[in-house]
């Protein structure tokens, strides 16, 4: 879907012009840059890098979380799923999640997302989902492993940081295309095949659409059972370290044959 006219016209009209009652810093605390509404060089409260950062993370600030902070706790939800597979909540949030997928239509290929509305590249990840035969169970643990690392989290951003950062796994669990073919040189200096790879970008207007039904269809076990998640990821965490502690002693120890 291309934009409307009159929309896209002053949208071009506010990208150039110059707004004189903006800010005449970027909202980031100490940032020097001016903010795009100030400068004629794009829009809004924040400058360019901090408007990327935040387009792309939820935050102009915080980083993503990466995989290292995130599985553990994702672990710990799988564990906590299995042990609770008959709670109510678990059930609605599941059910929830199904219905996602199997109301989302047709899925459009990553490489003929471009010019696509937000909605419908939301939507489109769960058909992807859904088509890749990804278990809601394993959907679920990965909305929740990424609320427990919010819930955890000192510093933790908003709901949208929140939203972002669990649309950031969902689109990397629905994938995205790649396509090869021979490419028949004789000369194997050149490669044999030629390889095409689409993956839709992880950022903007769809990660917020698609953060937000994920975070919704597990809204009550975030707000209901968010203690006993969090203490199944610590019981694992102490398990943990406590066999890392054994197997360091165990190999401190003199061997009693030499
Ligand atoms: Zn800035």
Same mark, same amino acid.
């Given at each position: 879907?291309?934009?409307?006219?009159?929309?896209?016209?002053?949208?071009?009209?506010?990208? &150039?012009?110059t707004?004189?009652?903006?800010?005449?810093?970027?909202?980031?605390?100490?940032?020097p840059?001016?903010?795009?509404?100030?400068?004629?060089?794009?829009?809004?409260?924040?400058?360019?890098?901090?408007?990327?950062?935040?387009?792309r993370?939820?935050?102009?600030?915080?980083?993503?979380?990466?995989?290292?902070?995130?599985?553990?706790?994702r672990?710990a #939800?799988?564990?906590w799923?299995?042990?609770?597979?008959?709670?109510?909540?678990?059930?609605?949030?599941?059910?929830r999640?199904?219905?996602?997928?199997?109301?989302?239509?047709?899925?459009?290929?990553?490489?003929?997302?471009?010019?696509?509305? #937000?909605?419908?590249?939301?939507?489109?990840v769960?058909?992807?989902?859904?088509?890749?035969?990804?278990?809601?169970?394993?959907?679920?643990?990965?909305?929740?492993?990424?609320?427990?690392?919010?819930?955890?989290?000192?510093?933790?951003?908003? &709901?949208?940081?929140?939203?972002?950062?669990?649309?950031?796994?969902?689109?990397?669990?629905?994938?995205?295309?790649?396509?090869?073919?021979?490419?028949?040189?004789?000369?194997?200096?050149?490669?044999?095949?030629?390889v095409?790879?689409?993956?839709?970008?992880?950022?903007?207007?769809?990660?917020?659409?698609?953060?937000?039904?994920?975070?919704? #269809?597990?809204?009550?076990?975030?707000?209901?059972?968010?203690?006993?998640?969090?203490?199944?990821?610590?019981?694992?965490?102490?398990?943990?370290?406590?066999r890392?502690?054994?197997?360091? #002693?165990?190999s401190?120890?003199?061997?009693?044959?030499?």
């Amino acid at each position: 879907m291309t934009m409307p006219r009159r929309r896209r016209d002053d949208l071009a009209r506010r990208l &150039v012009e110059t707004n004189h009652n903006a800010r005449i810093r970027c909202w980031v605390f100490q940032c020097p840059e001016p903010p795009g509404n100030a400068s004629g060089r794009g829009l809004g409260r924040f400058c360019r890098k901090h408007l990327e950062h935040y387009r792309r993370h939820g935050d102009p600030l915080k980083e993503s979380y990466n995989a290292t902070k995130a599985n553990p706790y994702r672990r710990a #939800a799988a564990t906590w799923l299995r042990r609770n597979a008959q709670d109510r909540f678990v059930q609605a949030a599941l059910k929830r999640i199904e219905g996602l997928m199997i109301g989302a239509g047709q899925a459009i290929a990553p490489r003929n997302l471009r010019g696509v509305a #937000a909605k419908d590249k939301a939507r489109s990840v769960w058909a992807r989902l859904r088509n890749r035969e990804v278990a809601a169970k394993d959907i679920l643990a990965a909305i929740l492993g990424v609320a427990m690392c919010h819930a955890a989290d000192t510093q933790r951003g908003r &709901v949208e940081y929140l939203r972002v950062q669990i649309a950031k796994v969902l689109s990397r669990m629905a994938g995205g295309e790649v396509k090869r073919w021979p490419t028949h040189h004789t000369d194997p200096t050149l490669p044999k095949e030629t390889v095409l790879r689409w993956f839709p970008a992880s950022e903007g207007l769809v990660l917020r659409d698609l953060g937000k039904a994920a975070e919704l #269809a597990a809204e009550f076990i975030i707000h209901e059972r968010m203690e006993a998640l969090l203490v199944t990821a610590d019981q694992q965490r102490i398990r943990k370290a406590s066999r890392t502690i054994r197997s360091l #002693a165990n190999s401190a120890k003199p061997r009693s044959n030499p």
